[in-house]
């Protein structure tokens, strides 16, 4: 129905910059919102930044002020520009959309396999 694909991520040193971008292709009528969340070993899955399609957007206390999503409504694309990183940033950093497919009237979320992030110290 919908494929997110994540591309970016890799590694980094502390203090570094790394930028994340999410591409949803399929059935997709209207998103609703795409976030970006993270999982670390051991840890829960976390919302690192969220955006809305008409461009509102909220972040995680941890990386407000450190990292910026965007988003391309046209291409149904979001990115996540992180600089500042720290060695506490490394995780999976996982794309997700909730999305209204063609057919149907429910909001269904979405998720992409998830790229790495490491950062070196």
């Known amino acids: 129905q919908v494929q997110l694909v994540e591309s970016g991520g890799g590694f980094a040193q502390a203090g570094g910059r790394l930028r994340l971008s999410c591409a949803a292709s399929?059935?997709?009528?209207?998103?609703?919102?795409m976030s970006w969340y993270r999982q670390a070993p051991g840890n829960q899955r976390e919302l690192v930044a969220k955006?809305?399609?008409?461009?509102?957007?909220d972040y995680a206390d941890s990386v407000r002020g450190r990292f910026t999503i965007s988003n391309d409504i046209d291409r149904n694309t979001v990115n996540l520009e992180m600089n500042s990183l720290k060695p506490e940033d490394t995780a999976v950093y996982y794309c997700?959309?909730?999305?209204?497919?063609?057919?149907?009237?429910?909001?269904?979320?979405?998720w992409g396999p998830g790229t790495q992030v490491t950062v070196s110290s």
């Open positions: 997700h959309a909730v999305v209204l497919t063609y057919g149907t009237d429910v909001f269904t979320p979405f």
């Open positions: 399929g059935s997709i009528s209207r998103i609703n919102h």
């Open positions: 955006i809305f399609s008409y461009g509102n957007a």
